[in-house]
């Protein structure tokens, strides 16, 4: 926890969608899995144009059609799918806590506001569940820590990060 706490905004939220991509495929057969692609396409595209209100990004997380991420992660069934699907929801959550923050925001929803260290650990100790294969987590921390250091208010490269990921994994 302490490295990630050591990295600028951006490459938290980098970090966090990055590990989600490599578990999202977990959830290919479940019926929201467009949902979450699509929802990680959005995160993505605020992360880099910051274009996209929190308020529509949190409508992937939860929303009154129940076509959401919190919908689709408690009707799961299946507990390596429900994992992958906390994952997904954590990184959305934590991502709509930065797009609420950047917006000045004062009053979040009530799952927003609960968005804190506990968030992020949950999600890490989610995705090596999934992903036990390789210390991947652990190396892009490093790498991120490195390259994008907390107090940097240098832009996320992230093409160089995902090529990065590409020569961890591969």
Not at 41 to 57: G, M
Not at 83 to 106: D, F, M, S, V
Request: net charge negative; charged share 30%.
């Amino acid at each position: 926890m302490k490295k990630f706490d050591n990295l600028n905004i951006d490459a938290k939220m980098v970090y966090l969608l990055l590990l989600t991509e490599l578990v999202i495929d977990k959830t290919s057969q479940s019926e929201g899995y467009e949902i979450a692609l699509e929802s990680l396409n959005k995160a993505w595209d605020w992360i880099k144009y910051k274009n996209i209100d929190a308020y529509s990004l949190y409508l992937y997380l939860e929303n009154m059609d129940e076509k959401d991420i919190m919908t689709y992660m408690e009707l799961e069934e299946d507990p390596d799918l429900e994992t992958a699907w906390i994952c997904i929801g954590n990184a959305l959550a934590y991502i709509i806590r930065e797009a609420y923050l950047y917006e000045k925001e004062k009053y979040l929803p009530q799952t927003i506001e609960s968005v804190d260290d506990e968030t992020v650990e949950s999600f890490i100790a989610n995705f090596k569940k999934i992903y036990n294969h390789c210390d991947v987590a652990n190396q892009l921390l490093d790498y991120l820590e490195h390259n994008y250091p907390k107090n940097s208010t240098k832009k996320v490269d992230i093409d160089s990060v995902k090529a990065f990921i590409k020569d961890v994994i591969h």
